[in-house]
T-cell receptor, first 114, second 113 residues
Framework: DAGVIQSPRHEVTEMGQEVTLRCKPI?????LFWYRQTMMRGLELLIY????????DSGMPEDRFSAKMPNASFSTLKIQPSEPRDSAVYFC????????????FGPGTRLTVT | QKEVEQNSGPLSVPEGAIASLNCTYS??????FFWYRQYSGKSPELIMS????GDKEDGRFTAQLNKASQYVSLLIRDSQPSDSATYLC?????????????FGTGTRLKVLA
């Protein structure tokens, strides 16, 4: 299995621009998670999906952030408009779910907003 | 009080020694506990999961869980320089029918050759 795939790996954009991050989970995994990692705040869960349905988006920082999962093999995290404080590494992870819920992370997207 | 606490380190141990990493959590409803290793510039990699009180061993790694005292620890035997990384403790809590995943900020481990 190729593991969790994320694109792009690096993104540099200017403040105010729209940014779209993409994720392909491991085939057969029912849960998909989006995390953000910064030095100051560590790893924060933004949102997670179960069977393509958003279950908990309480970690999404504000309305500028949105996430979708149109099918079992694809999800996007969009920031519009982007701000310098959004600069971070964004990880996507997936898992089988259930009682034994081990998550597998993608390589991450390093976002820099200037 | 943070929901999952770890000493940020760095924890320095000589090669061949046992490294002991600790994590405490605040929510007694926590069900599942995980240790991830993260090398600089890389993504977190699952090392071990533990769900019941007691010890769980996997190779050089042993996870220990004590739900009464609300702590989970990771022991690394025969530490190697390649074990130098940040170790993240993660906890899964069920709240109002949904899962909540909380990570600690990690402990940086340095194994000295």
């Amino acid at each position: 299995d190729a593991g969790v795939i994320q694109s792009p790996r690096h993104e540099v954009t200017e403040m105010g621009q729209e940014v779209t991050l993409r994720c392909k989970p491991i085939s057969g995994h029912d849960y998909l998670f989006w995390y953000r990692q910064t030095m100051m705040r560590g790893l924060e869960l933004l949102i997670y999906f179960n069977n393509n349905v958003p279950i908990d988006d309480s970690g999404m920082p504000e309305d500028r952030f949105s996430a979708k999962m149109p099918n079992a093999s694809f999800s996007t995290l969009k920031i519009q408009p982007s701000e310098p404080r959004d600069s971070a590494v964004y990880f996507c992870a997936s898992s089988h779910g259930g009682a034994f819920d081990e998550q597998y992370f993608g390589p991450g997207t390093r976002l820099t907003v200037t | 009080q943070k929901e999952v606490e770890q000493n940020s380190g760095p924890l320095s141990v000589p090669e061949g020694a046992i490294a002991s990493l600790n994590c405490t959590y605040s929510d007694r409803g926590s069900q599942s506990f995980f240790w991830y290793r993260q090398y600089s510039g890389k993504s977190p990699e699952l090392i071990m999961s533990i769900y019941s009180n007691g010890d769980k061993e996997d190779g050089r790694f042993t996870a220990q869980l004590n739900k009464a005292s609300q702590y989970v620890s990771l022991l690394i035997r025969d530490s190697q320089p390649s074990d130098s990384a940040t170790y993240l403790c993660a906890v899964r809590v069920v709240s109002s029918g949904t899962y909540k995943y909380i990570f600690g900020t990690g402990t940086r481990l340095k194994v000295l050759a």
